[in-house]
C-alpha cells in the first residue's frame, strides 16, 4: 500500500460541491431557534426548520434572506390559501444546511404552468438567492415563513455584533435596503 501526499491546495478544495438547490414550501412552517456564542465574533443563530439549517453568522445575512422572502408579498396574491402538505416519511424528507454570512442578492418570479390534463393553471412563486431557489407554493407559507424569519432577524439583532446596525425589519412598510 502507498500513501499518496495531499497537497495544501488540495486541503482547501472540497471533492464535490452544491452549486443549486431548490426547497418547495407549501402548508404551515414551524421552526426551532437555537443561539451559540451570543455577543462574540463566532455567534451562530441556527433556525431548523423542516429538513433545513438555517446558520446566521451576522444580522446582516438574517435580515437580507428575510428581505428576500418578504419581497415576494406582491406575488402571492395568485396562490393558493393553504396548499396541504404531501404525506412524508421522516425519511423521505431532504437534509441541507446553509450558511449565511452576509447579505445575499436576490430575485423574485411569480411562476405557473398548465396542469398536464391542460384543464388548470398552478401558480407559485420563485425566490432565487444564488445557490438556492425557494418555491413558495401557498399563502400559507409564505406568511408562515416571515413569522420564522422575523423571529431569526429579531434574535440575530439582539446576539450578533453587528445587529444595531441592521435593526430595521424589511417588512414594515417604511423599510429602504441598504445599498
Known sequence: MSKTPITKAQLGMPAAVISHTVIRLRGTQTADLTVLHAGTASVRVNLLWGGILWAFRT???????????????????????????????????????????????????????????????????DIFLGPLTIQMVDRAAFHSTIEVLQLAHNVAVAVCPDGPHFATNPTDDDYRPAL
Open 59 to 125: 444580522a446582516e445575512a438574517a435580515q437580507g434572506v428575510l428581505e428576500a422572502v418578504s419581497t415576494a408579498r406582491a406575488t402571492v396574491m395568485y396562490l393558493p390559501a393553504d396548499a396541504a402538505p404531501a404525506p412524508q416519511d421522516p425519511y423521505d424528507r431532504p437534509t441541507i444546511a446553509i450558511e449565511w454570512s452576509r447579505r445575499p442578492s436576490f430575485a423574485v418570479t411569480a411562476r405557473s404552468t398548465l396542469t398536464a390534463d391542460r384543464r388548470r393553471t398552478v401558480y407559485w412563486t
